[in-house]
């Protein structure tokens, strides 16, 4: 089992930035996938973008590419996502999850077994 805090959320104006950090524990060397999934009141749950935990290859929701990044630090366990030129309809819980296995493509809440409790965001206007 792998354990997922995720910290950094906060309130910013429109065009501002945000860097949301989650960190690992437990059963590390299982990971094969993090990836940072996004909440909006009365809305889905969505993917924003994954990371390959030992070759570092990362994936974004095609929307999202060019304002946010992900990346990683295998030495302090820890997955970052930077966003930038935030909008107001960024607002939301951003969550980090984990998985066993990386690919290249959108993930779907279902794809993970290991959830973080969740970091707010608002973006004002």
């Known amino acids: 089992q792998v354990q997922l805090v995720e910290s950094g959320g906060g309130l910013v104006q429109a065009g501002g930035s945000l860097s949301l950090s989650c960190v690992a524990s437990?059963?590390?060397?299982?990971?094969?996938?993090i990836a940072w999934f996004r909440q909006a009141p009365g809305k889905e749950r969505e993917f924003v973008a994954a990371i390959s935990w030992s070759g570092g290859s990362t994936y974004y929701e095609d929307s999202l590419k060019g304002r946010f990044t992900i990346s990683r630090d295998n030495t302090k366990n820890t997955v970052y996502l930077q966003m930038n030129s935030l909008k107001p309809e960024d607002t939301g819980v951003y969550y980090c999850?984990?998985?066993?296995?990386?690919?290249?493509?959108?993930?779907?809440?279902?794809?993970?077994?290991?959830w973080g409790q969740g970091t707010q965001v608002t973006v004002s206007s």
């Open positions: 999850a984990a998985d066993r296995t990386y690919y290249s493509g959108n993930y779907y809440p279902g794809d993970f077994g290991s």
């Open positions: 437990g059963r590390t060397l299982s990971l094969g996938v």
